[in-house]
């Protein structure tokens, strides 16, 4: 089913919009808004998905455990450590 709708668009949009269906991409000046709302749709959509992973990656990892500033500290030093003592090696190769 089809709606029909009234519309502004600034001058540069319509002139952008028309100079589209002149070129033969689109049938229509409708075609081309359709176009439009149905990529700002699915893009929607795809930022609306990657949030609601993102929120519920941001829950399972509260639910876990948690280590306090000065273990985190103490396991970032061994990192470091382990790594620049790799490098060293690298180095010698």
Do not use: C, H, W
Request: charged share 35%; hydrophobic share 40%.
């Amino acid at each position: 089913m089809t709606v029909k709708t009234s519309i502004s668009l600034t001058d540069a949009q319509e002139a952008y919009a028309r100079g589209l269906v002149e070129q033969g991409r689109y049938p229509s000046l409708s075609a081309v808004l359709q176009q439009g709302l149905e990529m700002l749709r699915s893009e929607t959509e795809a930022k609306d998905a990657e949030i609601a992973a993102l929120r519920a990656l941001l829950e399972e990892r509260a639910k876990g455990e948690f280590i306090s500033m000065e273990e985190g500290r103490k396991q970032t030093e061994r990192m470091i450590a382990e790594f620049n003592e790799r490098d060293l090696y690298d180095d010698e190769l």
